[in-house]
């Protein structure tokens, strides 16, 4: 199964801060990588798809890149409630052997 | 509104069985792939089973191949795990979710499964 590896796995940071999360492949997944959302007692909920195209109703403050085994997710200025925990998932041999990377957490410094 | 509900979540002993269930609403459920997702407390996000819109294909994570089964019945727009052979490791939230081109874009609030003595 593909191995998808989140740096760092916490992060502080502040309001207004540029700030970048990384995950990474262990085989060359093309661009079939989404990014999501997870706050405390909540259901995840995607922001992006295809590594770098933005979910219909997300802030375009969010936004993704990469291909291949690197990826990134960057919130250009952080808001209050971007504090959360970000998840990658790809899905390269969709429908099956999907696997998601261990989470970052974002806390407020 | 687009809504997915699940339910059927409880305590189990381990070796027992436990069927939920995952309502759809404010969209074409028989068109889309359906899913369901675990995390286990405090853990992170499993990918567990994945459905074909008519049924016709299924395909499950390594840890519960022949012990849980996905199915849909799309007159009710409704998914369902039934899950036999319970063990400690699957203590989690069930969240069901519809999958679009891979990436799961709408899901449920979850449903608490607990397997202990």
């Known amino acids: 199964a593909i191995q998808l590896t989140q740096s760092p796995s916490s992060l502080s940071a502040s309001v207004g801060d540029r700030v970048t999360i990384t995950c990474r492949a262990s085989?060359?997944?093309?661009?079939?990588l989404a990014w999501y959302q997870q706050k405390p007692g909540k259901a995840p909920k995607l922001l992006i798809y295809?590594?770098?195209s933005l979910e219909s109703g997300v802030p375009s403050r969010f936004s993704g890149s990469g291909s291949g085994t690197d990826f990134t997710l960057t919130i250009s200025s952080l808001q209050p409630e971007d504090f959360a925990t970000y998840y990658c998932?790809?899905?390269?041999?969709?429908?099956?052997?999907?696997?998601f990377g261990q989470g970052t957490r974002l806390e407020i410094k | 509104e687009v809504q997915l509900v699940e339910s059927g979540g409880g305590l189990v002993q381990p070796g027992g069985s436990l069927r939920l269930s995952c309502a759809a609403s404010?969209?074409?459920?028989?068109?889309?792939?359906m899913s369901w997702v675990r995390q286990a407390p405090g853990k992170g996000l499993e990918w567990v089973a994945n459905?074909?819109?008519?049924?016709?294909?299924?395909y499950y994570v390594d840890s519960v191949k022949g012990r849980f089964t996905i199915s849909r019945d799309n007159a009710k727009n409704s998914l369902y795990l039934q899950m036999n052979s319970l063990r400690a490791e699957d203590t989690a939230v069930y969240y069901c979710?519809?999958?679009?081109?891979?990436?799961?874009?709408?899901w449920g609030q979850g449903t608490m499964v607990t397997v202990s003595s």
């Open positions: 998932q790809q899905f390269n041999s969709y429908p099956h052997a999907i696997t």
């Open positions: 404010g969209f074409t459920f028989s068109s889309y792939w």
């Open positions: 295809d590594a770098s």
């Open positions: 979710a519809s999958s679009h081109g891979g990436a799961f874009d709408i």
């Open positions: 459905i074909k819109q008519d049924g016709s294909e299924k």
């Open positions: 085989q060359g997944i093309s661009s079939a």
